[in-house]
């Protein structure tokens, strides 16, 4: 059974950081995809980011280019989402996904969820 358990979500005021981590389990994700996704209140899910697990592709959603970062480390079953210069339109639960493979990174085309974690960007 595959568990994505998201954390490091928090209040932070505009203009700062956070990481947020996705801790993978259950099964081998060397060939996967992992994905960052957001969602704010009254707003449909949007894909932020996403990485092969070899780490040999990356996606970036036009918002976050230059300001995110998606990385993973294999020892760890862990993604990451850095996040800097953030903006008070980046609230949001974040969700960490995967799929099996990069044949589309439609929202609704991604086999695991996590239950997310709240980004809260203040003014």
């Known amino acids: 059974q595959v568990q994505l358990v998201e954390s490091g979500g928090g209040l932070v005021q505009a203009g700062g950081s956070l990481r947020l981590s996705c801790a993978a389990s259950?099964?081998?994700?060397?060939?996967?995809?992992m994905g960052w996704f957001r969602q704010a209140p009254g707003k449909e899910r949007e894909r932020v980011a996403a990485?092969?697990?070899?780490?040999?592709?990356?996606y970036y959603a036009d918002s976050v280019k230059g300001r995110f970062t998606i990385s993973r480390d294999n020892a760890k079953n862990t993604v990451y989402l850095q996040m800097n210069s953030l903006k008070p339109e980046d609230t949001a639960v974040y969700y960490c996904?995967?799929?099996?493979?990069?044949?589309?990174?439609?929202?609704?085309?991604?086999?695991?969820w996590g239950k997310g974690t709240l980004v809260t960007v203040s003014s």
């Open positions: 990485i092969r697990w070899t780490g040999s592709r990356t």
């Open positions: 996904a995967c799929r099996a493979n990069w044949d589309t990174l439609d929202t609704r085309h991604w086999d695991y």
């Open positions: 259950g099964r081998t994700f060397s060939n996967y995809v």
